[in-house]
């Protein structure tokens, strides 16, 4: 495999011809007792059981360890090498476990082990961007069955990151203020699309929302980095409830979801471009984004990169915020659209 920008959009692929999809033990390697698995990168407690958060490498992995990046160009085009890191996360050791469900103590853990994995390989000056997401639902792309997410690390910021800074940036040029800041304020203040607030966080559905029931969870006070955020804090049940809420609302109407951590990147990796990410710590805001997965598709796109969205922020706040968020396992009803 390697990496190739597209030199018009900018953005780079992933491409190469793919080994074929090998079909999976029957058992799964994940679960306690199983002994296909290395010594974990890093544990965490669950459930007051020691090491039973788990971290190894990914068996198929994107990107690989070692080696250099190497750019290089094959007459106008750019290509590198799949350097990098990608890791799973094992949320639990219990094979049925539902983020939604679970204590939330144990879902703060899980978010310090995100918090310290990043900013282990943040030390890595290969690695430009590194973030963690979860796909949840064979729809929304999981291919492990066991509760898990999954942490990347690029040679490179992924696209629509790097549109978020730039605007960002160009918005703290303009206004001396932080778009994200500004945004939490105003949602606030209208509160039509605000699903829920506690002291330090808002979910929220975003104004131009892609997805039905797309969902953001922002903090409410203004800060760059998850996880310088996260390891100086000493707790973080609160933001765990927040996410844990969010993620028990939604899946009462779609079990699939795709949840992206949106952080900055890393600074040291551009350390050499004096200037580069000056204001960033001022500009940028972390945020968790939630896109949510219908079952059905009302209608396809006539062009790709317009979203076509079917419900309105608006309605899909009202519902949301309607839908129960306990910890019990709640009845599911279908992700039906608003008829236009
Ligand atoms: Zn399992
Ligand atoms: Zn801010
Ligand atoms: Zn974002």
């Known amino acids: 495999m390697e990496l190739r920008k597209d030199p018009i959009t900018r953005s780079w692929v992933l491409t190469g011809d793919g080994e074929p999809l090998q079909t999976g033990a ?8 199983s002994d296909h698995l290395p010594q974990p990168i890093y544990s965490l407690p669950y459930q007051h059981r020691p090491g039973a958060i788990r971290v190894y490498p990914h068996r198929r992995p994107l990107y690989t360890i070692d080696g250099r990046a190497e750019r290089r160009a094959e007459g106008i085009y750019d290509k590198m090498r799949t350097v990098g890191a990608h890791e799973v996360i094992v949320e639990s050791p219990d094979h049925e476990a539902r983020l939604s469900m679970a204590d939330e103590r144990d879902i703060a853990h899980l978010l310090r082990c995100w918090a310290l994995r990043i900013d282990d390989l943040k030390r890595d000056m290969r690695f430009k961007y590194i973030t963690v997401f979860k796909n949840q639902g064979a729809i929304a792309g999981q ?12 040679p490179f910021i992924p696209r629509r990151i790097l549109y978020e800074l730039r605007s960002s940036q160009e918005y703290f040029v303009r206004k001396e203020r932080c778009v994200f800041c500004d945004i939490e304020r105003q949602e606030e203040q209208q509160g039509s699309r605000v699903v829920d607030i506690s002291g330090n966080f808002l979910a929220l559905c975003p104004f131009a929302s892609r997805v039905p029931y797309e969902l953001w969870v922002i903090p409410r006070y203004h800060h760059s980095s998850f996880e310088s955020d996260l390891l100086h804090r000493a707790e973080n049940t609160e933001l765990a409830g927040i996410l844990r809420r969010c993620l028990a609302r939604l899946e009462q109407l779609t079990d699939a979801y ?10 040291i990796a551009r350390k050499e471009v004096p200037g580069y990410w000056a204001t960033l710590d ?8 939630i896109l949510p997965i219908a079952q059905t598709q009302t209608k396809s796109y006539s062009i790709k990169e317009v979203y076509y969205c079917p419900t309105s922020p608006e309605s899909a706040a009202a519902r949301l915020k309607d839908l129960p968020s306990s910890r019990e396992l709640l009845p599911q009803r279908t992700l039906e659209f608003q008829s236009r």
């Open 282 to 289: 001022d500009d940028y805001h972390w945020h968790i984004e």
């Open 26 to 33: 029957s058992s799964c390697i994940y679960c306690e007792g």
């Open 258 to 267: 795709h949840m992206v951590l949106h952080t900055s990147p890393n600074t």
């Open 143 to 154: 291919e492990i069955k066991h509760p898990h997410s999954e942490l990347t690390a690029s």
